[in-house]
Structure formats: C-alpha cells, structure tokens
C-alpha cells in the first residue's frame, strides 16, 4: 500500500510528542528573548569597590568583564572635586586608555532641606561636581532625595526637589551631562512621589537611577511602578540578585522590551574575593536574560 504523506507527518508528530511527555519534557517551545540587549553591566564603588584606587577599579573591571562603573563621593578612589586641571585630565586618560568607562559620579547630594541656605549650597556643590564629571569624562551626576521633612507639606518638598533638579539639569545641558536622581530615600523612594519630582523638575537631563528597593513593590505593584518610572530611567542600580524578595528578572525584562541602552550597575557588599563575586554577579545578569 502506498503511505499518505499528510498522514505521515502527524503520526511522527504524535509519536514525538508522546515521547516528549513521556520523558517528563513539555512539548510547549521555550520563550527566549529575541533582541540583542542593548544594556551594559557595570558596578557602583558602594560598597564593593570603596577601598579601590583607579587602577584596581579599572583592573578587577575589566578581569570581570564589567563594562562601566560609577564612582562614590569620599572614597579611596580619590575622584573629588579638589584635583587640579593635570588630575582630572590623568583620570580620564586612564579611563579612556581602559576597556572601562567612567559612566557616571556618584554624589551624596540631596534637595529637601527647609534650610535654603543649605539649599542654595548644596546645589552650588552639585554644580561643581557636575563640572569634574565632565573634565574626568563621564556622562553624569547621580544625585538622591532622602526624605520628607517634618512639618512641611509633601507637596511643597516634592516640588523644591523637582525645581533644584531642573536648575541643575539647565547647567548639566551646557556640560554634557546628565542628572541622574537616585530612587532613594524614606518615603521619597516610593515611585509616585519620584514621578512627582521628575514631572517638576522636567527637563530633558534630568532622569532616574532605579534603585531596587522593596519599596518598588508597594502601593499598585512592581509593573505599575516601573510602568510609572521607565521613560525616565537613565541607570539602574541593583542589589544581589539572588534576592527572592525582589522581581530582577521582571525588571531586565521590562528594560529589554523598552530597549534600555544605559547602565546596569551591581551595588553589593563588600568581598574578600571581590572577581570571583563579579564573575558570578555577571553570568547571573546574563542568565536572567536568557543570554547563556
């Protein structure tokens, strides 16, 4: 007798899937991203790297293949605002000479204070900083809000921050550089009063560094916080990622699908086999992504 084709082909495939069930495999095909990622890794030198100098930031960087790292205020690294002209043009030779870029400076300042003395001073001390990202060839300044004060309506905080940040982001613009505001800060963290700060201070070089904290988590959830936040995410700071409490793969996911193209920069502890940790940080960042 001669054999139908068509009847064929669907008993192989039938047979395939029993197979496939019978040795406790699903049938159902394996979702993989199918865009190259765009994202880099990098690391933050808090706390991690806090005792480096730039050789050894640009050195254990480059052995763990990170490919960027931003550099903390006030540590070993020494990247302040005191050094000379000669200085900061060494930094950003030693960078440019690198597989490493000097992706960003990571400063402590913050914008809630009813002092406005204080204000008007740490804003001017921003400025500065802005100033040395640019002469060490960075691209930006991470700077934080870090609480509401007391006896002063949330509202009225919000917007001082936001209107600090749009003047540094106008006197960014003539530098080259971005503001990057860090998702931080007892109740200044949670994404709604970010957004509020961000739509005040609107301005094209003012952006977000997503942070990772639990808090991203609350009030309507993970997916519409970041839903909230992600046209104005310029880097993105993370915790361990072995962390179960906190959905990193849904946040590489959702940076993929907008096609982020910034920094994705490990803020871990400190270790006595600080490669080795980075070797593993990186291949769990791929792995997430579906990338090994």
């Known amino acids: 007798m001669q054999t139908n084709r068509r009847d064929f082909v669907k008993a192989a495939a039938a047979v395939a899937g029993v197979a496939l069930l019978r ?3 699903s049938a159902e095909p394996k979702t993989f991203i199918t865009t190259t990622p765009k994202m880099k890794l990098g690391t933050v030198t808090y706390n991690l790297a806090k005792d480096w100098d730039v050789p050894t930031i640009i050195k254990n960087c480059t052995e763990a293949k990170f490919q960027g790292v931003e550099l903390r205020t006030t540590h070993k690294h020494g990247v ?10 060494e930094v950003k030779k030693r960078f440019a000479d690198s597989a490493v870029e000097l992706m960003g400076l990571g400063s402590a300042f ?7 003395a204080k204000l008007r001073a740490d804003i001017a001390a921003t400025k500065e900083y802005i100033v040395l990202a640019q002469d060490v060839g960075a691209t930006g300044v991470k700077v934080r809000p870090n609480g509401l004060p007391a006896g002063v309506p949330k509202e009225k905080t919000l917007e ?6 749009r003047e540094l982001g106008e006197f960014a613009a003539g530098h080259g550089q971005q503001i990057r505001l860090e998702v931080h800060g007892k109740d200044t963290q949670f994404p709604p009063n970010i957004r509020t700060i961000v739509d005040h201070a609107d301005h094209k070089n003012v952006g977000l560094c997503w942070n990772s904290n639990q808090a991203d988590l609350d009030g309507e959830g993970f997916e519409h916080n970041f839903d909230l936040l992600k046209n104005r995410i310029f880097t993105v700071h993370m915790r361990d990622l072995y962390l179960d409490e906190y959905p990193f793969r849904k946040l590489l996911a959702g940076l993929n699908k907008m096609g982020f193209g910034g920094y994705c920069l490990a803020e871990i502890p400190d270790s006595a086999d600080p490669v080795r940790v980075m070797k593993y940080y990186r291949s769990l960042w791929l792995a997430y992504q579906n990338l090994l």
Do not use: F, P
């Open 160 to 165: 001082q921050i936001g209107k600090s940040l």
């Open 80 to 89: 302040e605002v005191e050094l000379n002209k000669q200085q900061r043009a």
């Open 110 to 116: 913050d914008y809630h204070t009813t002092d406005q």
């Open 23 to 25: 040795d406790g495999i």
